[in-house]
Structure formats: structure tokens, C-alpha cells
């Protein structure tokens, strides 16, 4: 099991149902244009973008470092996917369309090839949400048990990173 090197908290707001997390020396990128929008996590060079239903306002995130690839965290979440992305540097920020991109201080061990796990879910108490994904209009479970990580706001989300390869 792997080893917590750092992990930080914060908020963020999406634009267009999306919100990424991204390597800062990556300027202006986005994800691949062919990218599954069947899938919550869209993947690009050095970032990866979040879809997030129009329902949502404001999402929590706890962005963790690892080692090696954590256990799975406890309880029961809305949704999980994992993805790999190469990070140049290292050096990440949260980015969305309307707010730009704001660096955050969660330190990685190096730059190379990572590991992402995002979990989330949704705020019981501000539902229903819907789908962002393509051809799906369903209303998303909302499990309990994440209220102290939400915190009051629509949506919390759980990243893992852990490196897979060196640069």
C-alpha cells in the first residue's frame, strides 16, 4: 500500500460542467478533441478535465500525492474512473473556462507518468443532478456519508495521483 506525500483542499467553481486539473506548463491545452464525453474524465497532454452536472455550483476537491497506488478510500461515492496522464513538470493547477488556471500547492514527487483516481459525489440535501455525460440524462445517486467533506457546497471530489513512470 502506498505512502500520503501531501495532499491539499480547496474549491472550485465550473465553467461549461468542466473543470481540470493540468500540468502549468502546459498554456493554453485542452483535452483531445476525440476524448469520450461518454466518460466523466477527459484526458489530454498533461491534464485532465472533470464533467460536472449543470446542477453544480460549487465542488470541493482534496487532491492527494501518493507513492504507489493507495486502497480505496471507504464508504460510497457517486462515481470513480481512473485515467493516466504525463505531467512535463509536475506542477499543477486547477483550470476552468471562465476562471483560468490557479496553481495550487500539492507537491508530486517528480515529473513523469501518473496515476489519477477521482471519486466524487454529490450533496443529498441539493439534488436532484443530472448526467454531463453524452447520451445520458440520468439523475446521479447521491449517497450519504460525505457531508463533513462537502461541507455544504454541491459536490465533492477525491483525486489520487501516484506515479506510474519517470520522466
Not at 473543470?19 to 466523466?40: H, I, N, P, Q, Y
Amino acid at each position: 500500500m502506498g505512502r500520503l506525500l501531501d495532499s491539499c483542499d480547496t474549491t472550485v467553481s465550473a465553467s461549461y460542467r468542466l473543470f481540470g486539473l493540468v500540468d502549468t506548463t502546459m498554456g493554453a491545452e485542452t483535452f483531445d478533441e476525440d476524448a469520450d464525453r461518454s466518460k466523466w474524465l477527459l484526458p489530454g497532454p498533461g491534464l485532465v478535465y472533470l464533467q460536472v452536472p449543470a446542477e453544480v455550483g460549487a465542488t470541493v476537491i482534496r487532491l492527494e500525492s501518493w507513492t504507489t497506488a493507495p486502497a480505496l478510500p471507504p464508504g460510497q461515492w457517486a462515481g470513480r474512473e481512473e485515467v493516466e496522464v504525463d505531467l512535463p513538470e509536475g506542477e499543477l493547477g486547477l483550470q476552468t473556462v471562465d476562471g483560468g488556471l490557479r496553481e495550487i500547492p500539492l507537491v508530486l514527487p517528480s515529473p513523469g507518468r501518473y496515476r489519477m483516481r477521482w471519486q466524487w459525489v454529490f450533496n443529498p440535501d441539493a439534488g436532484p443532478f443530472t448526467s454531463p455525460l453524452r447520451g445520458c440524462s440520468d439523475v446521479l445517486a447521491t449517497p450519504a456519508g460525505h457531508e463533513a467533506a462537502l461541507g455544504g457546497e454541491d459536490q465533492f471530489c477525491l483525486v489520487q495521483i501516484w506515479r506510474t513512470a519517470a520522466a
